[in-house]
């Protein structure tokens, strides 16, 4: 409709008014109020006027009550005086000239309140009165002379005709007021409805302004905030390409110049994100190319690297077992360090071999029953002897009755050593614990020690691959920073997850739970959440 019809020019033309949305708020309030102001003068001048007319038309009422009083005298004068001429008493002649008094009194009033038009009928009543009364004075000469026998006949003839005159005039006083009334009525009963219909058009005519400007203030608003909506939607689907058209000159102008140059931005950000992501997406493809060569080169090297660092503990140990002939005493000490550092190599190897089978995507779990206090026994009964030349206090402490479990024992296994070696590496006194319980189909592996601790800024990255808690610790107690990364990635092969608590200087506790059977559902419906 905005578009095809005059209201939408007006509407773009209100709009284009370089005046701010406060400006033009104001302007259409005061544009209303002007109008309903005019409707109210307009409206106290038609009371005013109304007023005006009812007093006319009263005064109207007012000089027909005199004309007719006038009428009424005069017809009372006219009875008295025959009554006079026939009684032939003076006490008639008092009455006439009572009558007289309220005749001009009455005539006088209305003559006070009359138009100059009717003045000269006016006089001329009077002038008739006037006659009469020289005729009633007439009669009462006669009376008192007691000759009104002899002149009763001229007095007669002169008082008939002479309230004949008067009495036409009088007539015609009354019948003209009585018209000037009606037609003062007829006026007001028109004056009425022309300002009723005046009124009414200037009220709807008032009504339709102010609609027409509220329609015009809020359409100049309206219209672009619904561009901007449409504006907005499309930013927010990604089209960054659109432009919004307002061409307001308030803030709503200024708001779609910002949107516009916010969307020019937001394209070129885009552009460069996009341009930004297709590079990275080119560097993890490269990326993970080198990871996958780096994984296989790994897997590679490390299995060409154990064959024969097989061989070489193989051949040490048969050295040292003499079976090749008696070993000097001074040989069997660097022998012995040959093997337990083939030992330590091979360990770090084997390392580097699970984590790069784990990279590769070919790492598989070997899932068998297994006893969970054998393998705390076996965990137990390797590291004995290194917990016992750092004179600490090793214990177990595992749930009794433990039903059989499902899982690859070999890699919790080592996933344990790993937890336990760690501890008792890092531990100058007191002692390591292993624990498991069973908590709703879950198994809870637990290894605490009294150690060196971790600080909380160190402990979310423990389980980071070749990661230890600084450099300090890498020096003193060694280590390539692996076994943890390697604990979790079995763990979570497993479907169970790993964590630690810990306190620098106050020891530390690594916990894991896997579930009791791996592979099989578990009759528990829902898990208590772990810390």
Not at 482 to 502: N, P, Q, V
Request: aromatic residues 6%.
């Amino acid at each position: 409709m905005l578009a095809r019809t005059p209201l939408g020019a007006l509407v773009r033309a209100v709009a284009g008014i370089r005046a701010s949305v406060h400006t033009k708020l104001m302007a259409a309030f005061m544009i209303v109020t002007i109008l309903f102001v005019a409707m109210g003068a307009f409206s106290v001048r038609t009371v005013l006027l109304t007023g005006e007319q009812s007093r006319q038309l009263d005064l109207a009422h007012q000089r027909v009550a005199w004309s007719q009083q006038i009428e009424q005298a005069l017809a009372r004068q006219m009875h008295f005086s025959v009554l006079a001429l026939l009684s032939q008493d003076e006490a008639a002649i008092a009455k006439i000239l009572r009558e007289n008094n309220r005749f001009n009194e009455a005539l006088a009033k209305l003559d006070a309140a009359g138009l100059p038009e009717q003045h000269q009928l006016v006089e001329q009543v009077r002038s008739s009165q006037d006659a009469a009364m020289a005729v009633v004075a007439d009669m009462a000469n006669a009376i008192r002379d007691r000759t009104l026998g002899q002149v009763t006949r001229d007095l007669l003839v002169q008082q008939e005709r002479i309230d004949g005159e008067i009495t036409a005039r009088v007539a015609n006083l009354v019948e003209t007021e009585q018209r000037r009334m009606t037609r003062l009525r007829d006026s007001i009963a028109t004056a009425n409805r022309n300002s009723l219909v005046t009124t009414a058009a200037f009220a709807v005519a008032a009504v339709v302004l102010a609609w027409l400007c509220g329609f015009v203030i809020s359409w100049s608003f309206v219209t672009p905030v619904r561009e901007a909506q449409g504006f907005l939607a499309r930013v927010a689907a990604g089209d960054f390409t659109g432009r919004i058209d307002v061409r307001n000159g308030d803030e709503f102008g200024a708001l779609a110049e910002q949107m516009n140059f916010m969307s020019r931005e937001l394209q070129r950000l885009d552009t460069i994100q996009r341009d930004a992501a297709a590079e990275l997406v080119s560097l993890n493809t490269r990326l993970e190319q080198a990871s996958n060569a780096k994984s296989e080169f790994l897997a590679n090297m490390s299995h060409e690297l154990r064959t024969p660092l097989n061989a070489i503990l193989g051949f040490t140990e048969m050295v040292v077992d003499g079976l090749y002939g008696e070993v000097p005493a001074e040989l069997k000490e660097p022998l012995q360090d040959i093997h337990v550092n083939g030992k330590h190599l091979l360990r770090l190897i084997n390392d580097v071999l699970d984590l790069a089978k784990i990279e590769a995507g070919r790492m598989e779990l070997a899932l068998r029953d297994y006893s969970v206090p054998d393998l705390v026994g076996s965990v137990h009964g390797s590291l004995r002897s290194l917990a016992a030349e750092k004179g600490l206090a090793f214990k177990t402490e595992v749930q009794d009755d433990l039903p059989a479990a499902r899982g690859d024992d070999g890699r919790l296994t080592q996933c344990l050593m790993n937890l336990a070696g760690n501890a008792i590496k890092f531990t100058r006194e007191g002692g390591v614990r292993i624990g498991v319980t069973l908590d709703e189909g879950e198994l809870i592996f637990r290894v605490s020690d009294t150690g060196i601790g971790i600080g909380p800024n160190e402990l979310q990255h423990i389980f980071a691959e070749f990661r230890q808690v600084d450099a300090t610790v890498t020096r003193e107690y060694g280590g390539t920073g692996l076994g943890l990364s390697i604990s979790k990635k079995f763990i979570e092969m497993h479907g169970g997850r790993i964590w630690a608590e810990s306190k620098a200087g106050e020891g530390s506790t690594f916990f894991f739970r896997v579930p009791l059977r791996v592979g099989e559902p578990s009759p528990w419906t829902s898990k208590p959440s772990s810390p």
